[in-house]
């Protein structure tokens, strides 16, 4: 297979050494639970924009823009996907669409469980499931979730890895 070529050129940040964030570990998970906060925030937000025609604050924490449930779902997508990063694109879409799915119904769930209340109600939806998700959203991770792996991870994980391991 060919080496993998950086995106930029630039100057070894760590002389040489090993990143800290070199493969996948926690300091790694950890950036992409934050960025992954950002990016749904800034996803939903335009999305709400673009099917309703109104700006919505999307954040789920106190300050900033920042929603845990998106950053659990990078950290998910990140940790379950890895070992698919070489598979075909179809079986990291059906793989993505289900784990997408399967989290949208948990996080439904215990929404439901812990506050009593109900964010995704989907039961008048066609091909839903229990209400809390359905197969066009499972549609909808599935390319989410080729798009992170192909695209996004790469980039993302080499971005993590020229921090200096000064930092």
Same mark, same amino acid.
């Given at each position: 297979s060919k080496p993998r070529r950086r995106m930029w050129r630039?100057?070894?940040?760590?002389n040489g050494e090993k990143s800290f964030a070199d493969g996948l570990n926690l300091y790694k998970i950890l950036w992409v639970f &934050? /960025?992954?906060?950002?990016i749904g925030v800034v996803f939903e937000t335009f999305y709400v924009y673009f099917m309703d025609g109104v700006w919505?604050?999307?954040s789920g924490m106190l300050y900033g823009p920042f929603n845990q449930v998106y950053g659990?779902? &990078? /950290?998910?997508?990140?940790v379950l996907l890895y070992r698919f990063r070489h598979k075909n694109a179809l079986i990291i879409f059906t793989v993505s669409g289900l784990i997408g799915m399967a989290f949208e119904y948990v996080c439904s769930w215990i929404q439901e469980l812990v506050f009593g209340s109900v964010s995704l109600e989907y039961s008048d939806m066609a091909a839903?499931?229990?209400?809390?998700?359905?197969?066009f959203y499972g549609f909808g991770w599935g390319i989410m979730g080729l798009i992170f792996l192909t695209h996004t991870w790469p980039f993302l994980s080499e971005m993590i890895e020229r921090?200096?391991?000064t930092i």
């Open positions: 630039h100057k070894d940040v760590n &934050a /960025v992954g906060c950002v919505m604050r999307r659990f779902g &990078a /950290v998910l997508f990140t839903n499931i229990g209400g809390r998700t359905n197969l921090i200096p391991n």
